[in-house]
Nanobody, 117 residues
């Protein structure tokens, strides 16, 4: 089993920055892909960013150039640095870990980010 705990959410003004963290514990396979997703009220969950254990990154179109994903494999932690935040970035942000071979996915409970205009 894998447990994921997100932190760092909160209220920020438009144009501001915020850093999210997701700590993973449990049976973590090497090579796992870690991702951030978000879900705004009334909308579907969408990919924000993903990173492989080797550091290959992928971003959703809405956040390219503003958000940066990184990970510390030694700490089993993934980060999301969010800059130039917009009100439309308001959402619950979820961390996901995907096992490389089985494809089994684990989700955190989410952290709320609210961007005021």
């Amino acid at each position: 089993q894998v447990q994921l705990v997100e932190s760092g959410g909160g209220l920020v003004q438009a144009g501001g920055s915020l850093r999210l963290s997701c700590a993973a514990s449990g049976s973590i396979s090497s090579g796992s892909v870690m991702s951030w997703y978000r879900q705004a009220p009334g909308k579907q969950r969408e990919l924000v960013a993903a990173i492989t254990s080797g550091g290959v990154r992928n971003y959703g179109d809405a956040v390219k150039g503003r958000f940066t994903i990184s990970r510390d494999n030694a700490k089993n932690t993934v980060y999301l640095q969010m800059s130039s935040l917009k009100p439309e970035d308001t959402a619950v942000y979820y961390c996901k870990l995907r096992r490389p071979t089985s494809g089994i996915e684990y989700w955190g409970k989410g952290t709320l980010v609210t961007v005021s205009s």
